[in-house]
């Protein structure tokens, strides 16, 4: 366990907004809704350590981009290492500090408002863990820019500013912490429907393909899509033939064999049973 520290760590960058202004944030609208308190970096933190053992009034989103270090809420321990991140609940008690053998450099921030159960929900904080990030950049320059706009300010416009830009960094977490990583089977199977839009494909054989059984497989991709794996291609292949319909001249027949439908008339069943009308009111309709 480290050994807290009183002063800062060199080059950091730290805001805290004064409270006055997060109270008045909080009775406007939009940023009612969710109002970052607090944010900065924290790089090569060495004896970085907090201790709350009556929580914070708001939640706390770290992002560790270097070295490691440890997080612990309601008595759970976990590790946190490069490229992962923690939400800590707001009002739970925790602790958290950096690793004596390689300090950890983060992003954070404290964050509050009326959606902040929904946010909580939407990054999974049933049980504290670590997620990890595919998109490890995008989210880094997300912080930086969060950080950056309340070091301008804290006037209502840059509170505003950087509501919108948490909004953005927890919709990109939650993406990540969402779909599957490089390489996994689910990540695979999407992959190869992906790549077979023209083509019919059984869900035993993908399964095989992947080396799951079909029912681990389901599964696996219902969390991860929301929906099954048939679903999922005919919502591939229907993307693919309302582009067709937008952008090109083909008869719907020729759309139809485009996206693997042999049966003009099937397909336009299938496509008018997702849109709620036949692919020539579609291409009929005006967009933009």
């Known amino acids: 366990m480290s050994t807290p520290r009183r002063e800062g760590f060199a080059d950091q960058r730290l805001c805290v907004v004064p409270r006055p202004a997060v109270r008045a944030a909080a009775d406007r609208a939009v940023t009612r809704r969710l109002v970052v308190t607090d944010a900065g970096w924290f790089p090569a933190a060495d004896g970085h350590l907090r201790q709350r053992r009556n929580g914070a009034d708001e939640a706390i989103l770290m992002l560790c981009v270097r070295g490691s270090g440890w997080v612990e809420v309601a008595g759970e321990q976990v590790v946190v290492s ?3 991140c923690v939400l800590i609940p707001a009002r739970t008690p925790h602790s958290y500090g950096s690793s004596n053998e390689h300090p950890w450099t ?3 921030c404290h ?3 009326t959606d902040l159960k929904d946010v909580t929900e939407a990054l999974g904080t049933e049980h504290v863990a670590p997620i990890s990030l595919r998109s490890l950049d995008r989210v880094t320059a997300q912080f930086d820019e969060l950080v950056a706009t309340l070091e301008q300010g804290q006037t209502p416009a840059h509170l505003l500013a950087a509501t919108g830009i948490a909004w953005h960094l927890i919709a990109q977490i939650a993406v990540d912490r969402v779909l599957p990583e490089t390489g996994t089977p689910v990540e695979r199977a999407i992959r190869y ?3 077979r839009i023209d083509s019919s494909v059984r869900v035993a054989d993908l399964a095989a393909l992947v080396g799951l ?4 497989l389901s599964a696996l991709f219902r969390h991860a899509t929301g929906g099954g794996i048939t679903a999922y291609h005919i919502a591939l292949k229907m993307a693919r033939a309302r582009s067709l319909l937008d952008t090109t001249g083909l008869t719907v027949g020729e759309v139809a064999r485009v996206v693997g439908y042999d049966d003009p008339l099937y397909f336009s069943r299938q496509f008018r049973r997702l849109h709620g009308l036949n692919p020539t009111a579609y291409r009929a309709q ?3």
């Open 193 to 195: 429907l992906r790549e």
């Open 106 to 108: 983060i992003w954070w």
């Open 111 to 113: 964050l509050t408002g």
């Open 286 to 288: 005006r967009k933009g």
């Open 82 to 84: 490069p490229s992962t």
């Open 213 to 216: 059984s079909p029912s681990h």
